[in-house]
């Protein structure tokens, strides 16, 4: 688990500077699917993250507005703010925490109960899919997409014994 959350901020930071090379516009521009727009994506994939994270430790939710958050240094900055909490609480997992219940209300009113690896798993799902819409954009603007590969990021060591 904490590996892949490792691998999902190190495909996030080369989003990042892959953004750099795009316009504001670019940036912003309405695109077919996700949230809207490429740099909205990203910061609703910080918001994502943060939020479930803030709620699995009973603390309230992250209830910032993109409109705050258009540019991409701001974007990154949030990102940076937010990641040292996200941090601490995925590099302190421990199979404990697997099955602690975390109960969430509804809109309508509904609770529904899940474990806190399944959300976990669902915060790491969640980033993965976006950056598969990113990859799209990516082609539609003339770019080549950050590579989603895993293998050859140095993630997991390994040693010829």
Same mark, same amino acid.
Not at 78 to 99: P, Y
Not at 111 to 118: A, F, K, P, Q, R
Not at 129 to 144: C, D, N, P
């Given at each position: 688990m904490k590996t892949f959350f490792r691998y999902n901020w190190m495909v996030r930071e080369e989003w990042y500077r892959w953004c750099e090379e795009l316009s504001e516009e670019e940036l912003l521009q309405t695109r077919t699917g996700g949230v809207g727009s490429i740099l909205h994506t990203l910061f609703h994939i910080v918001d994502v993250e943060w939020s479930w994270i803030r709620l699995l430790q009973g603390k309230t939710d992250f209830e910032g507005s993109f409109d705050d958050y258009k540019s991409l240094n701001q974007v990154r900055k949030?990102?940076?703010?937010?990641?040292?909490?996200?941090?601490?609480?995925?590099?302190?997992?421990?199979?404990?925490? +697997?099955?602690q219940l975390f109960y969430d209300t509804l809109p309508d009113g509904k609770?529904?109960?899940?474990?806190?690896? +399944?959300v976990i798993r669902h915060v790491?799902?969640? +980033?993965?899919?976006?950056?598969?819409?990113?990859?799209?954009?990516?082609? +539609?603007?003339?770019?080549?997409?950050?590579?989603?590969?895993?293998?050859?990021?140095g993630l997991i060591s390994h040693s010829n014994k």
């Open positions: 949030l990102d940076s703010e937010f990641r040292s909490e996200v941090g601490n609480f995925v590099n302190n997992w421990d199979d404990r925490m +697997e099955n609770i529904v109960t899940d474990t806190w690896g +399944e790491i799902a969640h +980033e993965i899919h976006h950056i598969g819409q990113l990859s799209i954009w990516a082609r +539609e603007v003339g770019k080549k997409p950050v590579s989603a590969n895993f293998i050859g990021r």
